[in-house]
């Protein structure tokens, strides 16, 4: 199975190279991070046109995760679960029996700020239900911005 990730860095600005690049590689899955568009915006059409799925969790101006796969993903989940946190940074979903998790990891910046400690909350969660993730569907693959 071929996965990819890409930080696009905006979904709407990066669109036309995510496309020649699909086009060119053909991945199974590709993970999208940074998408910087809410759901209603995101280029569902322009994707599906491409031959490609998608599901994904959008965010207005910041963060945003996408898988983009050939085939439909099952079991699809959204967020960290048991985590409140109103940033989009993870998205799951399995293909093939392989439970692909895509995220986009904060930045904690200086130690001992806020963010910090949101970054270790996050890893924290993270770590707990990948754990319990992996109990479920041992074939996991994590890809992302770390």
């Known amino acids: 199975m071929k996965i990819a990730t890409w930080n696009v860095n905006s979904l709407k600005v990066r669109l036309p190279h995510v496309l020649d690049w699909l086009a ?86 200086a130690v001992g700020s806020e963010k910090f400690a949101y970054k270790l909350a996050w890893l924290e969660a993270l770590t707990t239900w990948l754990r319990a993730e992996l109990q479920v569907t041992p074939r996991l693959v994590l890809a992302g911005d770390y």
């Open 24 to 109: 060119a590689n053909q991945p199974d899955a590709l993970c999208l991070q940074e998408l910087k568009c809410e759901n209603k915006a995101f280029p569902l059409a322009e994707i599906e046109a491409a031959g490609y799925q998608a599901v994904f969790s959008g965010q207005k101006t910041y963060n945003g995760v996408a898988i983009l796969s050939k085939k439909p993903l099952l079991d699809v989940s959204h967020d960290i679960p048991d985590f409140a946190d109103e940033q989009k940074r993870i998205i799951a979903g399995t293909l093939d029996g392989v439970r692909i998790v895509c995220g986009y990891f904060p930045n904690g910046q």
